[in-house]
């Protein structure tokens, strides 16, 4: 069974930027597509990006693309989010996310293993 553990959020003004871990302790980590998904409270939770198990394939939700990316380090377990140019609408809980194929990647139901969450908060 698969454990995540987000990391790396935080407090930053608009414009700025912060770098997201998710570090897996479960094995086939490297088997599995990686997802990130965030949740703004009221709202439901949305896709941010995903990313192939061997990186070499990665989608972005329009919101994010051209300001966040997506990558990963197999050797440690590791998949991470650099988020710049951040916007206040960019504050939620960000969750991370794993499944074993590529598709159907915007759906949360489709996705096994889920962390607990990291708060981002973007001030303006």
């Known amino acids: 069974q698969a454990q995540l553990v987000e990391s790396g959020g935080g407090l930053v003004q608009a414009g700025g930027s912060l770098k997201l871990s998710c570090t897996s302790s479960?094995?086939?980590?490297?088997?599995?597509?990686v997802a990130w998904f965030r949740q703004a409270p009221g709202k439901e939770r949305d896709f941010v990006a995903a990313?192939?198990?061997?990186?070499?394939?990665?989608y972005y939700s329009e919101s994010v693309k051209g300001r966040f990316t997506i990558s990963r380090d197999n050797g440690k377990n590791t998949v991470y989010l650099q988020m710049d140019s951040l916007k206040p609408e960019d504050t939620a809980v960000y969750s991370c996310?794993?499944?074993?194929?590529?598709?159907?990647?915007?759906?949360?139901?489709?996705?096994?293993?889920w962390g607990q969450g990291t708060q981002v908060t973007v001030s303006s």
């Open positions: 479960g094995y086939m980590f490297s088997d599995l597509a």
């Open positions: 996310a794993t499944k074993s194929d590529w598709g159907w990647l915007v759906e949360p139901s489709q996705y096994t293993y």
């Open positions: 990313i192939s198990y061997n990186g070499r394939s990665t």
